[in-house]
Nanobody, 120 residues
Framework: QVQLVESGGGLVQAGGSLRLSCAAS????????MSWYRQAPGKERELVAV????????TYADSVKGRSTISRDNAKNTVYLQMNSLKPEDTAVYYC?????????????WGQGNQVTVSS
């Protein structure tokens, strides 16, 4: 059974930091690109950051670039999102995503979401 379990969210003041974690199970973690998405109230879900299979490549949304770092530990089947200098506009539910494409099919898994609230 595939599971992506996020943790580390909560309430933080503007300018503070949070580290989100996503623990994966039920699939071969190192064969999947991992991403963090977020969805604010009334807005569409947006991509925050992506990390490649072994962590050699990362991509960030312009809105978090320079303030956030995505990383992964394939030995622990866990992906992280370190967020610094948080702003009220970072308030959202953050989702972990695992994705892999093969010739036969695409695999796409989501976590349950983790609330991050940044107070001004």
């Amino acid at each position: 059974q595939v599971q992506l379990v996020e943790s580390g969210g909560g309430l933080v003041q503007a300018g503070g930091s949070l580290r989100l974690s996503c623990a994966a199970s039920g699939f071969t973690f190192s064969m999947y690109a991992m991403s963090w998405y977020r969805q604010a109230p009334g807005k569409e879900r947006e991509l925050v950051a992506v990390i490649s299979y072994f962590g050699s490549n990362t991509t960030y949304a312009d809105s978090v670039k320079g303030r956030s770092t995505i990383s992964r530990d394939n030995a622990k089947n866990t992906v992280y999102l370190q967020m610094n200098s948080l702003k009220p506009e970072d308030t959202a539910v953050y989702y972990c995503n695992a994705r892999r494409s093969t010739l036969a099919r695409n695999f796409n898994y989501w976590g349950q979401g983790n609330q991050v609230t940044v107070s001004s």
